[in-house]
DNA sequence: TAGGCGTGGGG
DNA sequence: TCCCCAAGCCT
């Protein structure tokens, strides 16, 4: 009953009927039967939805669609401009590269993305996942898409025992015998489909699979077992200060961190070193500083304890000064929060 | 090449 | 509460 080998012809044609009865409807994705999507909605809601998901990018995606309609727009925009309406959504050389290619799509190719892989392979922030998606949906070139939901539906559909990330050139040769000149763009959103919504990591919907007949990880009893994953280390912990210093026009000062490394290139607080021991260090400048508590923060690779110190002070030329409601904005989230801390101090604002 | 790089939601 | 994780890229 259970079948012995994935029947590669068979899946392909269920998923694209599934995806045709199916398909979510998501505001960078064209009706189905209308013209394919612009490649610049596509490389931009392909470079947001880059380990995110897509209820938090979306709103973004309207956003910036609406503030720079074309490439050509935003990459007449300023960086600071680009880097405070990312703000909140993460990753943030994300989008210090969004802007490079927008401004090497402009400037060097007349305002028209690449329309081969390799074209757009080459332009900054895609790399092999984003060429391929942008180069098969807006562009309808075959193409071998794989993300992480390929990967899972492969190592699903074909019971890879191998843990990720060894894996992951089985997992891509598997995908990439799908790969075909009919309907690239669809076959590669009807597999992130199927991945995002049924064949879900934790608790997969096999009942609602159109292919699950040809699943040897179904047919082992336990798909949710894979893709098999390597234990990954502990995060450690560190700890800092950061100052929220206001001047008496409500302004508090802020700076542009450096582009390279943690939050590069955002707006952030003056803030001490964040290390593994006691926090140390002087406060940027010499005034009345009054602890109004810690905020906890998860990054990727560590966690943080932030203590957040006030005071009031004179505005001086050694930092920017910002309407707080604008730096609010523009903040990335873990100077957000410290910031939202600081306004429990009563009359540090008045 | 393995590690740096955010955030918020769900089990 | 904690751990996992979501359409990766760069160095």
Redesign the pocket.
Known sequence: MACVSPDIVLIRSRLLAWYDAHARS?PW?AAVGAARTEPYRVWL??VM????????ATPYFHAFTTRWPTVSDLAAAEDAEVMGAWA??????RAR?LLACARAVAGEHGGVFPDTEAGLLAL????????A?VASIAFDRAANVV???VE?VMARLFAVETPV?AARPELRRLAGLFVTDERPGDWA?AL?DL??TVC????PSCGACPVASECLGLASGDPARFPL?T??ADRPHRRGTAYVLVDDQGRIAVETRPDK????GMLGLPTSDWTTDAPSGAAPIDADWCEAGAIE?????FSLTLTVMTARGEADGLWRWMPVEAARAAL???FAKALDRATVEPDLFS
Do not use: C, I
């Open positions: 998501l994705r809601s392909e939805l880059q380990q995110t998901t897509v209820p938090h909140g959504l993460g990753y943030y050389a590269n900054p922030g895609v790399g092999a996942y984003t060429a998606a993300d992480g939901n899972r990330p959103q992130m991945g995002a879900r990591p934790k608790s994953k234990k990954k490394g943690l939050l590069g923060h998860v990054f990727t690779h990335p989230t873990v």
